[in-house]
């Protein structure tokens, strides 16, 4: 019993820390969105997308579109680095010998 409960704990610790770092993640890109180009970053973006939105859009709008923009590639690079480090785990590995297929061929 002493286990599981460390491991419900160890668990919701984690998901807290995530949410921490996705929180902290969105206070660094809106430092960014604030800074770039000026400040007109997000009035360029209103811009880029005003003519495909059905209402006009805010600045709030333009500022979470950017926020799914990073979200996006930052999801991208994360797969990326995990089928990186897949390849890299699978050329170190020695190849598995399969019994069934030795034993086939030598028959």
Known sequence: MTMDR???ADRGRRRSDAASAS???SEFVNRIVDRA????FLDQTIAVWQPYADHALTR?????MVHNVVGFFRVLREWAEEERRD???AESSPPSIQLG???S???
């Open 60 to 64: 709030e709008d333009a500022r979470e």
């Open 105 to 107: 061929n030598g028959a």
């Open 23 to 25: 929180v902290e993640g």
């Open 37 to 40: 180009a000026g400040g007109d």
């Open 6 to 8: 460390k491991h419900q």
């Open 87 to 89: 390849a890299a785990a």
């Open 101 to 103: 297929d030795a034993e």
